[in-house]
């Protein structure tokens, strides 16, 4: 049997799933943001624990790469990472934009002409974003885009496009076309890396635990502080 813990924080969204031989077990996760450092690690005791399963019985841990939150992705990596050493078991790395699309084509569309449109909010009108065809199949690369009224054109003349997650519903009233749909209900989960996390841990792709880095897409910049004294 092959267990799989599968994280999430690459968004506000701090979520774990557990699945067996690719399936779905069970899943926690909380949206309120700014969280993923109290919940991620009692989360995932708490899964094990109502599931009946011994960390030593994990096979693999999956974290969502990115792109995302510099601070929640190096949460997310740390602990991965840190269990990984801990129970001598591989880490496989998931396109936080990817799961998200894998999501959406299990809860939304039977029509193999639909393209996916995940986005994730880059700040103002900026998104992180990539497409996706029914397979699954990547036909760009990441990309932060600044979106207005011509973004996506080319693609929605001649598919209809699913939008969605936490950078998609502020770029509607600017992606004024009649193939555009807003998907309000899928945003990046874990339970959307399930069976990309299996497909990877059967062909054996995995990433090294040592070297391993989240994708961020752009640098971190830290802001300068307010505060008198600490200028």
Request: charged share 25%; aromatic share 8%; hydrophobic share 45%.
């Amino acid at each position: 049997m092959t267990y799989i813990l599968n994280i999430e924080t690459s968004t506000k969204v701090c979520a774990v799933s557990l699945s067996k031989d690719g399936v779905l077990l069970d899943d926690i996760e909380n949206k309120e943001g700014n969280s993923h450092a109290v919940k991620l690690a009692p989360f995932i005791d708490e899964l094990l624990k109502r599931n009946k399963i011994e960390y030593s019985s994990l096979s693999a841990i999956a974290i969502s790469k990115g792109p995302g939150s510099y601070t929640g992705l190096r949460i997310g990596t740390s602990t991965a990472k840190g269990l990984c050493y801990a129970l001598d078991i591989p880490l496989i790395s998931i396109s936080t934009l990817h799961s998200m699309a894998a999501l959406a084509k299990l809860l939304h569309d039977k029509d193999k002409n639909v393209l996916f449109r995940p986005m994730i909010d880059a700040r103002r009108m900026e998104v992180y974003s990539q497409t996706f065809d029914f397979e699954l199949n990547n036909k760009n690369d990441i990309t932060a885009i600044v979106v207005d009224e011509n973004s996506f054109k080319s693609e929605l003349d001649s598919h209809k496009v699913l939008f969605f997650g936490d950078g998609a519903a502020k770029c509607m009233n600017i992606i004024n076309h009649k193939n555009a749909v807003l998907v309000e209900d899928v945003e990046a989960t874990a339970v959307g890396m399930v069976s990309l996390s299996y497909n990877k841990f059967i062909a054996g792709d995995f990433v090294d635990v040592a070297y391993f880095e989240p994708f961020y897409l752009k640098e971190f910049v830290a802001a300068i502080s307010k505060v008198k004294g600490l200028r």
